[in-house]
């Protein structure tokens, strides 16, 4: 028997090229206003989160949305879809490949307990997409007297983009993020973010991720910003510092400023040359992510600061600096 194709962008009032947060802000907005507790007894409510439930559950998980989208490509072009009028669950897909995924908007658990025993998913998403709702019913419909099993339903792992600065990376930081649930609300979590990480460094944080049997994981992905002090290579560190004239030519020390705040005082020896870099062993970032106490090393690149307005007393001990240096060849 046909079913009839379902336009999830459409249900959620977003576009085809949608991304990701702009799917998860319409469908929180819509399982607010929609959600059975908010609107108890309300056939019609309910009937609107069945289909907003299922519309993310396929846009959200890229490649359910990838084979919808070929689906709906192949549709419009020939008004129908491979596997047209198999029944649910029979491989509708043919040459796009089937699958009974473990990834769930609201997970099994919670639809039963909102709907009961009968599938919240169209005849559509059981024919393509294959929920496996019905099956886990049967299943649990053979246990003992009185004891209820269910089906345990993985919950999926979550990615959150995380930007931190090149201090944060160095000593490590904490981070307080808003995470999205099933239902449309959010959850505050505080996360350590440990010294170490890099631009594109992914920090898993277990069984923080969507509910589940097991819960999934949260994983953090970092996004360094510039800074213009500092340039790193793996675990080694550069700077510049500058050199008053006076120090280069007869030594002394400066300070090396340090991305957690601190200042170490760099001694400079007499007759220092312009460029010149100097070791600071240890000092570096961690050479193993969470392990502050194993780093690299902090290279200093001396630049020595010239002098550019002179009084004519500064000019004429120059002068004569010059000739005595001249004399002396």
Do not use: C
């Not at 004891?147 to 983009?161: E, I, K, L, M, P």
């Not at 277990?206 to 360094?224: A, E």
């Not at 502050?292 to 002098?307: C, K, S």
């Amino acid at each position: 028997m046909a079913v009839d194709y379902k336009d999830y962008y459409k249900i959620l009032g977003v576009s085809k090229d949608a991304n990701q947060k702009d799917i998860q802000r319409a469908f929180r907005r819509l399982a607010r206003k929609y959600h059975p507790d908010v609107n108890p007894d309300n056939k019609e409510a309910e009937e609107k989160f069945k289909e907003i439930n299922e519309a993310n559950e396929v846009l959200s998980d890229p490649e359910k949305r990838k084979k919808y989208d070929e689906m709906g490509s192949y549709y419009q072009q020939y008004g129908a879809w491979p596997g047209a009028g198999q029944p649910a669950g029979a491989g509708a897909w043919g040459r796009y490949g089937g699958g009974n995924y473990q990834y769930r908007t609201v997970n099994e658990e919670d639809l039963e307990d909102l709907f009961g025993g009968s599938s919240p998913f169209s005849d559509f998403f059981e024919t393509y997409f294959h929920s496996g709702f019905s099956g886990a019913r049967a299943r649990r419909s053979t246990a003992g007297a009185g004891q209820r099993a269910r089906q345990a339903v993985a919950g999926r792992d979550v990615d959150a983009d995380v930007e931190v600065t090149l201090a944060d990376t160095y000593q490590g930081t904490q981070r307080v993020l808003e995470l999205s649930q099933p239902d449309g609300s959010t959850r505050r979590l505080e996360v350590k973010i440990p010294a170490g990480v890099d631009e594109g460094s992914r920090v898993r944080i277990s069984g923080q991720g969507m509910p589940g049997t097991p819960r999934g994981n949260l994983y953090l992905r970092i996004h360094v910003r510039p800074d213009a002090r500092y340039t790193r290579e793996g675990s080694t560190l550069r700077t510049r510092v500058t050199v008053p004239l006076a120090t280069a030519i007869l030594g002394g020390e400066v300070p090396v400023p340090m991305p957690d705040g601190r200042r170490l005082m760099l001694r400079i020896p007499p007759g220092t040359n312009d460029g010149r870099s100097f070791r600071l062993r240890g000092q570096g970032m961690p050479e193993k992510i969470g392990h502050p106490e194993q780093r690299g090393d902090l290279y200093a690149e001396a630049h020595v600061d010239l002098p550019t307005q002179l009084s004519d007393e500064q000019k004429q001990l120059f002068e004569a600096f010059a000739h005595s240096l001249s004399s002396t060849h």
